[in-house]
Protein backbone atom coordinates (compact mmCIF):
# COMPACT_ATOMS: atom_id res chain seq x y z
CA UNK A 1 0.00 0.00 0.00
CA UNK A 2 2.38 2.43 0.75
CA UNK A 3 4.73 1.18 -2.30
CA UNK A 4 1.39 2.22 -4.19
CA UNK A 5 0.95 5.65 -2.82
CA UNK A 6 4.31 6.80 -3.29
CA UNK A 7 4.20 5.69 -7.04
CA UNK A 8 0.93 7.54 -7.66
CA UNK A 9 0.73 11.05 -9.54
CA UNK A 10 -0.14 13.39 -6.80
CA UNK A 11 -0.53 17.13 -8.09
CA UNK A 12 -0.12 19.80 -5.50
CA UNK A 13 -1.38 23.32 -6.37
CA UNK A 14 0.22 25.86 -3.97
CA UNK A 15 0.79 29.70 -3.87
CA UNK A 16 3.63 30.88 -6.05
CA UNK A 17 3.95 27.53 -7.73
CA UNK A 18 2.41 28.04 -10.78
CA UNK A 19 4.55 31.18 -12.05
CA UNK A 20 5.89 29.36 -14.85
CA UNK A 21 2.67 28.25 -16.21
CA UNK A 22 0.30 30.85 -15.42
CA UNK A 23 0.51 32.58 -18.74
CA UNK A 24 0.18 29.05 -20.51
CA UNK A 25 -2.81 28.21 -17.96
CA UNK A 26 -4.36 31.22 -19.57
CA UNK A 27 -5.30 29.45 -22.26
CA UNK A 28 -5.56 26.00 -21.07
CA UNK A 29 -8.95 27.71 -19.04
CA UNK A 30 -10.36 29.42 -21.70
CA UNK A 31 -13.50 27.54 -21.54
CA UNK A 32 -13.71 29.14 -17.96
CA UNK A 33 -12.99 32.50 -19.57
CA UNK A 34 -15.94 31.93 -22.03
CA UNK A 35 -18.36 30.64 -19.09
CA UNK A 36 -18.19 33.48 -16.83
CA UNK A 37 -17.94 36.14 -19.87
CA UNK A 38 -21.37 33.96 -20.95
CA UNK A 39 -22.94 33.70 -17.22
CA UNK A 40 -22.79 37.20 -17.01
CA UNK A 41 -24.05 38.26 -20.11
CA UNK A 42 -27.40 35.79 -19.45
CA UNK A 43 -27.47 36.90 -15.74
CA UNK A 44 -27.66 40.86 -16.86
CA UNK A 45 -30.57 40.28 -20.10
CA UNK A 46 -31.71 36.92 -19.48
CA UNK A 47 -35.60 37.24 -18.33
CA UNK A 48 -35.17 40.32 -17.61
CA UNK A 49 -36.72 43.64 -19.66
CA UNK A 50 -35.21 46.59 -17.53
CA UNK A 51 -31.70 44.83 -18.32
CA UNK A 52 -31.95 45.47 -21.92
CA UNK A 53 -33.88 48.89 -21.66
CA UNK A 54 -31.91 50.45 -19.12
CA UNK A 55 -28.50 49.91 -21.74
CA UNK A 56 -30.51 51.94 -23.65
CA UNK A 57 -32.15 54.98 -20.88
CA UNK A 58 -29.13 55.23 -19.34
CA UNK A 59 -27.01 56.94 -21.78
CA UNK A 60 -30.13 58.35 -23.59
CA UNK A 61 -31.01 60.36 -20.24
CA UNK A 62 -27.34 61.22 -19.97
CA UNK A 63 -27.35 62.57 -23.56
CA UNK A 64 -30.35 65.03 -22.42
CA UNK A 65 -29.02 66.28 -18.97
CA UNK A 66 -25.57 66.96 -20.79
CA UNK A 67 -27.31 68.39 -23.91
CA UNK A 68 -29.55 70.34 -21.68
CA UNK A 69 -26.61 71.71 -19.46
CA UNK A 70 -23.78 72.42 -20.90
CA UNK A 71 -25.48 73.21 -24.96
CA UNK A 72 -28.11 75.23 -24.34
CA UNK A 73 -27.48 76.54 -20.83
CA UNK A 74 -23.70 76.91 -20.71
CA UNK A 75 -23.56 77.26 -24.49
CA UNK A 76 -20.57 75.42 -24.75
CA UNK A 77 -19.38 75.00 -28.54
CA UNK A 78 -19.65 72.08 -30.57
CA UNK A 79 -18.51 73.06 -33.75
CA UNK A 80 -20.64 71.64 -36.97
CA UNK A 81 -21.88 68.98 -35.14
CA UNK A 82 -25.21 68.41 -33.54
CA UNK A 83 -24.93 68.71 -29.87
CA UNK A 84 -26.64 65.47 -29.00
CA UNK A 85 -24.08 63.45 -31.51
CA UNK A 86 -21.44 65.28 -29.74
CA UNK A 87 -22.52 64.53 -26.03
CA UNK A 88 -23.14 60.77 -26.93
CA UNK A 89 -20.05 60.11 -29.42
CA UNK A 90 -18.02 60.90 -25.85
CA UNK A 91 -20.64 59.14 -23.84
CA UNK A 92 -19.41 56.19 -25.76
CA UNK A 93 -15.83 55.60 -24.14
CA UNK A 94 -17.13 57.05 -20.96
CA UNK A 95 -19.53 54.48 -20.42
CA UNK A 96 -17.56 51.95 -21.72
CA UNK A 97 -15.22 53.18 -19.28
CA UNK A 98 -17.03 53.65 -16.20
CA UNK A 99 -19.00 50.43 -16.35
CA UNK A 100 -16.14 48.40 -16.72
CA UNK A 101 -13.94 49.72 -14.17
CA UNK A 102 -16.60 49.27 -11.73
CA UNK A 103 -17.51 46.07 -13.19
CA UNK A 104 -14.01 44.99 -12.74
CA UNK A 105 -13.38 46.54 -9.07
CA UNK A 106 -15.82 44.22 -7.64
CA UNK A 107 -15.56 41.14 -9.86
CA UNK A 108 -12.93 39.29 -7.57
CA UNK A 109 -15.56 39.86 -4.67
CA UNK A 110 -18.66 38.62 -6.93
CA UNK A 111 -16.73 35.65 -7.48
CA UNK A 112 -15.08 34.79 -4.00
CA UNK A 113 -17.17 31.18 -3.93
CA UNK A 114 -15.00 29.71 -7.26
CA UNK A 115 -12.12 31.89 -6.05
CA UNK A 116 -11.96 29.95 -2.78
CA UNK A 117 -11.99 26.55 -4.14
CA UNK A 118 -10.36 25.97 -7.04
CA UNK A 119 -7.20 27.10 -8.93
CA UNK A 120 -7.23 29.51 -12.13
CA UNK A 121 -5.28 32.33 -13.45
CA UNK A 122 -7.56 34.97 -11.06
CA UNK A 123 -6.78 37.66 -14.10
CA UNK A 124 -9.88 35.59 -16.08
CA UNK A 125 -12.41 37.11 -13.79
CA UNK A 126 -11.78 40.73 -14.55
CA UNK A 127 -10.67 40.73 -17.69
CA UNK A 128 -14.24 38.86 -18.56
CA UNK A 129 -16.20 41.56 -16.77
CA UNK A 130 -14.79 43.95 -19.38
CA UNK A 131 -16.36 41.74 -22.16
CA UNK A 132 -19.58 41.77 -20.79
CA UNK A 133 -19.65 46.01 -20.88
CA UNK A 134 -18.74 45.60 -24.62
CA UNK A 135 -22.05 44.19 -25.02
CA UNK A 136 -23.79 47.64 -23.69
CA UNK A 137 -21.29 49.37 -25.71
CA UNK A 138 -22.44 47.61 -28.70
CA UNK A 139 -26.27 48.78 -27.66
CA UNK A 140 -25.47 51.88 -27.42
CA UNK A 141 -23.12 52.32 -30.86
CA UNK A 142 -26.55 51.02 -32.57
CA UNK A 143 -28.15 54.02 -30.48
CA UNK A 144 -25.46 56.57 -31.91
CA UNK A 145 -26.04 55.27 -35.68
CA UNK A 146 -29.65 56.35 -35.61
CA UNK A 147 -29.00 59.56 -33.94
CA UNK A 148 -26.80 59.98 -37.13
CA UNK A 149 -30.00 58.96 -39.00
CA UNK A 150 -32.31 61.31 -37.36
CA UNK A 151 -30.06 64.19 -37.99
CA UNK A 152 -28.72 63.45 -41.34
CA UNK A 153 -25.01 63.24 -40.01
CA UNK A 154 -22.96 61.17 -42.64
CA UNK A 155 -19.78 58.94 -40.68
CA UNK A 156 -16.40 59.69 -42.11
CA UNK A 157 -13.70 57.40 -42.62
CA UNK A 158 -12.21 58.07 -39.42
CA UNK A 159 -14.10 55.83 -37.81
CA UNK A 160 -11.81 53.42 -38.80
CA UNK A 161 -9.87 54.29 -36.13
CA UNK A 162 -12.67 53.58 -33.44
CA UNK A 163 -11.15 50.06 -32.90
CA UNK A 164 -8.09 51.73 -32.24
CA UNK A 165 -9.80 53.48 -29.19
CA UNK A 166 -11.99 50.59 -28.12
CA UNK A 167 -8.78 49.01 -26.84
CA UNK A 168 -7.33 51.98 -25.24
CA UNK A 169 -10.35 52.00 -23.40
CA UNK A 170 -10.46 48.19 -22.47
CA UNK A 171 -6.62 48.06 -21.57
CA UNK A 172 -7.49 51.65 -19.17
CA UNK A 173 -9.93 50.06 -17.59
CA UNK A 174 -8.85 46.63 -17.32
CA UNK A 175 -5.33 48.18 -15.17
CA UNK A 176 -7.24 50.85 -12.95
CA UNK A 177 -9.58 48.10 -12.37
CA UNK A 178 -6.97 45.24 -11.71
CA UNK A 179 -5.50 47.43 -9.04
CA UNK A 180 -9.08 48.38 -7.88
CA UNK A 181 -9.75 44.85 -7.49
CA UNK A 182 -7.19 43.69 -5.58
CA UNK A 183 -7.15 46.14 -2.71
CA UNK A 184 -11.10 45.33 -2.80
CA UNK A 185 -10.32 41.87 -2.11
CA UNK A 186 -8.57 43.64 0.99
CA UNK A 187 -10.10 46.88 1.88
CA UNK A 188 -13.63 46.23 1.89
CA UNK A 189 -13.87 50.02 1.58
CA UNK A 190 -12.72 50.32 -2.34
CA UNK A 191 -16.44 49.47 -3.23
CA UNK A 192 -17.18 52.96 -2.05
CA UNK A 193 -14.20 55.14 -3.69
CA UNK A 194 -14.62 53.46 -7.30
CA UNK A 195 -18.73 54.83 -7.62
CA UNK A 196 -17.26 58.49 -6.19
CA UNK A 197 -14.00 58.70 -8.66
CA UNK A 198 -16.32 57.64 -11.52
CA UNK A 199 -19.04 60.38 -10.63
CA UNK A 200 -15.75 62.85 -10.60
CA UNK A 201 -14.51 61.87 -14.04
CA UNK A 202 -17.69 61.81 -15.63
CA UNK A 203 -17.24 65.90 -15.01
CA UNK A 204 -13.69 66.51 -15.25
CA UNK A 205 -13.51 64.72 -18.63
CA UNK A 206 -14.27 66.25 -22.06
CA UNK A 207 -17.86 64.65 -22.76
CA UNK A 208 -19.76 67.49 -22.81
CA UNK A 209 -17.49 70.12 -24.02
CA UNK A 210 -13.78 69.85 -25.66
CA UNK A 211 -10.34 70.32 -24.02
CA UNK A 212 -10.09 73.30 -25.91
CA UNK A 213 -12.34 75.41 -23.75
CA UNK A 214 -9.32 74.67 -20.93
CA UNK A 215 -6.69 77.48 -20.78
CA UNK A 216 -3.66 76.58 -22.77
CA UNK A 217 -1.41 77.12 -19.99
CA UNK A 218 -3.22 74.30 -18.38
CA UNK A 219 -3.83 72.09 -21.11
CA UNK A 220 -1.22 69.46 -20.87
CA UNK A 221 -2.05 69.11 -16.82
CA UNK A 222 -5.50 68.55 -18.19
CA UNK A 223 -4.74 65.98 -20.57
CA UNK A 224 -3.00 64.01 -17.22
CA UNK A 225 -6.68 62.61 -17.05
CA UNK A 226 -5.94 59.27 -19.56
CA UNK A 227 -9.82 59.34 -20.45
CA UNK A 228 -9.17 62.97 -22.52
CA UNK A 229 -7.62 61.81 -24.95
CA UNK A 230 -9.31 58.64 -25.42
CA UNK A 231 -12.91 60.19 -25.32
CA UNK A 232 -12.03 62.69 -27.63
CA UNK A 233 -10.60 60.19 -30.02
CA UNK A 234 -14.16 58.44 -29.70
CA UNK A 235 -15.64 61.59 -30.94
CA UNK A 236 -13.33 62.65 -33.93
CA UNK A 237 -13.62 58.48 -35.02
CA UNK A 238 -17.27 58.83 -34.89
CA UNK A 239 -17.92 62.43 -36.25
CA UNK A 240 -14.43 63.41 -38.10
CA UNK A 241 -15.05 66.97 -37.34
CA UNK A 242 -13.05 68.31 -34.02
CA UNK A 243 -9.95 67.91 -34.48
CA UNK A 244 -7.79 65.31 -32.33
CA UNK A 245 -4.66 66.73 -29.76
CA UNK A 246 -2.33 64.58 -30.49
CA UNK A 247 -0.06 66.03 -27.31
CA UNK A 248 -3.42 64.60 -25.47
CA UNK A 249 -3.48 61.11 -27.32
CA UNK A 250 0.19 60.78 -26.90
CA UNK A 251 -0.52 61.25 -22.97
CA UNK A 252 -3.10 59.33 -22.97
CA UNK A 253 -1.82 56.11 -24.46
CA UNK A 254 1.44 56.26 -22.52
CA UNK A 255 -0.46 56.46 -19.25
CA UNK A 256 -3.30 54.05 -20.59
CA UNK A 257 0.17 51.41 -21.25
CA UNK A 258 1.85 52.33 -17.75
CA UNK A 259 -1.82 51.93 -15.76
CA UNK A 260 -1.78 48.05 -17.49
CA UNK A 261 1.46 47.78 -16.35
CA UNK A 262 0.95 48.40 -13.00
CA UNK A 263 -2.23 47.08 -12.75
CA UNK A 264 -0.65 43.39 -13.92
CA UNK A 265 2.28 43.53 -11.81
CA UNK A 266 -0.04 44.32 -8.90
CA UNK A 267 -2.50 41.82 -9.10
CA UNK A 268 -0.41 39.45 -9.99
CA UNK A 269 1.81 40.16 -6.88
CA UNK A 270 -1.71 40.03 -4.65
CA UNK A 271 -3.71 37.31 -6.24
CA UNK A 272 -1.64 34.30 -4.24
CA UNK A 273 -3.44 35.75 -1.51
CA UNK A 274 -7.19 36.16 -2.53
CA UNK A 275 -8.34 32.19 -1.52
CA UNK A 276 -7.10 33.25 1.85
CA UNK A 277 -8.22 36.50 2.28
CA UNK A 278 -11.90 36.54 0.36
Do not use: C
Request: hydrophobic fraction near 50%.
Amino acid sequence: MKDSMNNSSILVVEAGKTEKNYWIDLWKYRELFLFLSLRDILVRYKQTIIGLIWSIIRPLITMIIFTVVFGKLAKFPSGDIPYPIFVFSALLGWQFFANSLNDVSNSLIANSNIISKIYFPRIIIPTSSVIVNFIDFSISLIILLILFIIYGFTPKLTILFLPFFVLMTFSLSLGIGLVMSSLNVKYRDFRYVVPFLIQIGLYISPVGFTSSIVPEKFRILYSLNPMVGVIEGYRYSLTGVNNINIHGLIISVVMTLLFLIIGITYFRKTEKKFADVI
